[in-house]
């Protein structure tokens, strides 16, 4: 029995450290976004600050730009992940089994890169400035660097949805490769003697296995690229800011007053996020009560 609980009891002290810090954190932005800022004035709760956000257009094209940025790395980070998992499952049911493992790990490099390291590499490389310009420029094809198309530092968020999801993707792998590793050869001959293929396994078996280790990484990465800040701070645009660098930017300005709104801004993130995870929780258990 203790072997049992005891993985879970090693990482019972981290997992009440880290819930702590992010409840304690959460209910002190809550309060503070609720215009509370001491226990004397408990009673003057207002939702002032969430009513002159909803109100600012600089908060609504943030609060967009931010989820179709989310939306559109999730997704590709999602299509990327599931076709490179799909190549790892021809290998290992085909000639080159002996390989899979092997590029399994090849795939898994990036993930020792923190997120810093991307946002540079892809800065170096797709800056105006940076390496494919000055090749261009050396060749030839473009006459000076204002040529080169706007690719880090642009409205549209294209060098942070890059970043995202050469990040990502080794991670939805490393999600989904456990369901290729249960697949055994008597699958494949039972599917050749019924008459049908290796591509119809996965798709009629193998596919419907993916599904619930997919949605989620698509959860975990969109909670994340939704409300992360290095990524967006570096390679973003100063208007439309991303929602995390709008509110930490709102947060360090000098004027006070503007810190609850920066609270309010984070409290709105979560609840988005949790938002997101219920409605995928809701889809998938309305699925299970028609299944059953």
Same mark, same amino acid.
């Given at each position: 029995?203790?072997?049992?609980?005891?993985?879970?009891?090693?990482?019972?002290?981290?997992?009440?450290?880290?819930?702590?810090?992010?409840?304690?954190?959460?209910?002190?932005?809550?309060?503070?976004?609720?215009?509370?800022?001491?226990?004397?004035?408990?009673?003057?709760?207002?939702?002032?600050?969430?009513?002159?956000?909803?109100?600012?257009?600089?908060?609504?094209?943030?609060?967009?730009?931010?989820?179709?940025?989310?939306?559109?790395?999730?997704?590709?980070?999602?299509?990327?992940?599931?076709?490179?998992?799909?190549?790892?499952?021809?290998?290992?049911?085909?000639?080159?089994?002996?390989? %899979?493992?092997?590029?399994?790990?090849?795939?898994?490099?990036?993930?020792?890169?923190?997120?810093?390291?991307?946002?540079?590499?892809?800065?170096?490389?797709?800056?105006?400035?940076?390496?494919?310009?000055?090749?261009?420029?050396?060749?030839?094809?473009?006459?000076?660097?204002?040529?080169?198309?706007?690719?880090?530092?642009?409205?549209?968020?294209?060098?942070?949805?890059?970043?995202?999801?050469?990040?990502?993707?080794?991670?939805?792998?490393?999600?989904? !490769?456990?369901?290729?590793?249960?697949?055994?050869?008597?699958?494949?001959?039972?599917?050749?003697?019924?008459?049908?293929?290796?591509?119809?396994?996965?798709?009629?078996?193998?596919?419907?296995?993916?599904?619930?280790?997919?949605?989620?990484?698509?959860?975990?990465?969109? %909670?994340?690229?939704?409300?992360?800040?290095?990524?967006?701070?570096?390679?973003?645009?100063?208007?439309?800011?991303?929602?995390?660098?709008?509110?930490?930017?709102? !947060?360090?300005?000098?004027?006070?007053?503007?810190?609850?709104? %920066?609270?309010?801004?984070?409290?709105?993130?979560?609840?988005?996020?949790?938002?997101?995870? !219920?409605?995928?929780?809701?889809?998938?258990?309305?699925?299970?009560?028609?299944?059953?």
């Amino acid at each position: 029995m203790f072997q049992k609980i005891r993985p879970y009891l090693l990482v019972l002290p981290a997992l009440i450290v880290t819930m702590v810090l992010f409840v304690s954190g959460l209910i002190q932005g809550l309060i503070q976004s609720l215009g509370i800022t001491s226990i004397c004035n408990i009673g003057d709760i207002t939702l002032d600050y969430y009513h002159e956000l909803f109100r600012s257009t600089e908060f609504c094209l943030s609060f967009c730009i931010t989820f179709k940025v989310a939306i559109i790395s999730t997704v590709l980070s999602a299509l990327i992940g599931t076709f490179i998992v799909y190549l790892l499952y021809i290998m290992k049911t085909g000639v080159f089994y002996k390989f %899979a493992s092997k590029f399994k790990l090849l795939i898994q490099i990036p993930m020792l890169f923190p997120y810093l390291v991307y946002a540079y590499i892809i800065l170096l490389i797709f800056n105006r400035s940076g390496w494919i310009s000055s090749i261009l420029f050396k060749l030839g094809i473009i006459s000076s660097a204002n040529e080169f198309p706007v690719i880090v530092n642009d409205e549209f968020g294209i060098g942070i949805i890059v970043t995202y999801v050469l990040k990502t993707t080794p991670f939805i792998v490393l999600m989904l !490769y456990p369901v290729i590793l249960k697949v055994e050869s008597s699958w494949l001959e039972l599917t050749y003697m019924l008459g049908g293929s290796r591509n119809e396994l996965f798709k009629k078996v193998i596919l419907k296995m993916l599904v619930n280790p997919l949605k989620t990484s698509c959860f975990i990465i969109f %909670a994340y690229t939704f409300a992360e800040f290095e990524i967006p701070f570096l390679l973003g645009v100063t208007y439309p800011k991303m929602i995390s660098v709008y509110s930490y930017q709102m !947060y360090m300005n000098s004027d006070l007053i503007e810190r609850p709104k %920066a609270f309010a801004i984070n409290v709105v993130v979560v609840l988005v996020i949790i938002g997101v995870g !219920y409605i995928l929780n809701h889809l998938s258990m309305r699925k299970w009560r028609k299944i059953k």
